[in-house]
Nanobody, 124 residues
């Protein structure tokens, strides 16, 4: 079993930055591909970014490419999402998730473990 706990959300002005953290527990963390998703009010939960188990590969949704960076520290059992140049449309609850499947997993159903989410609000 893997437990995920996000932190680092908050209120920021457009153009600002936030760094989200995801603390994990469980012996299998190092073997899991880790993703970030977000869900805005009234919308479906959407894929944001993923990082491979060995940090060798990262992928992003087009809307955050070049602004967000996903990283992980396997020694600390942690995953991070650095968010720069934030826009009001980035406002959402952000979720950390883990998959035993492919790094190409992009849908909610392909992820096995989820955190409780952290709110990010970007004001204009």
């Amino acid at each position: 079993q893997v437990q995920l706990v996000e932190s680092g959300g908050g209120l920021v002005q457009a153009g600002g930055s936030l760094r989200l953290s995801c603390a994990t527990s469980g012996r299998t963390f190092r073997t899991l591909n880790m993703g970030w998703f977000r869900q805005a009010p009234g919308k479906e939960r959407e894929f944001v970014a993923v990082i491979g188990w060995n940090s060798g590969s990262t992928y992003y949704t087009d809307s955050v490419q070049g602004r967000f960076t996903v990283s992980r520290d396997n020694a600390k059992n942690a995953v991070y999402l650095q968010m720069n140049s934030l826009k009001p449309e980035d406002t959402a609850v952000y979720y950390c998730a883990a998959t035993r499947g492919s790094i190409y997993s992009r849908t909610r159903g392909e992820y096995d473990y989820w955190g409780q989410g952290t709110q990010v609000t970007v004001s204009s």
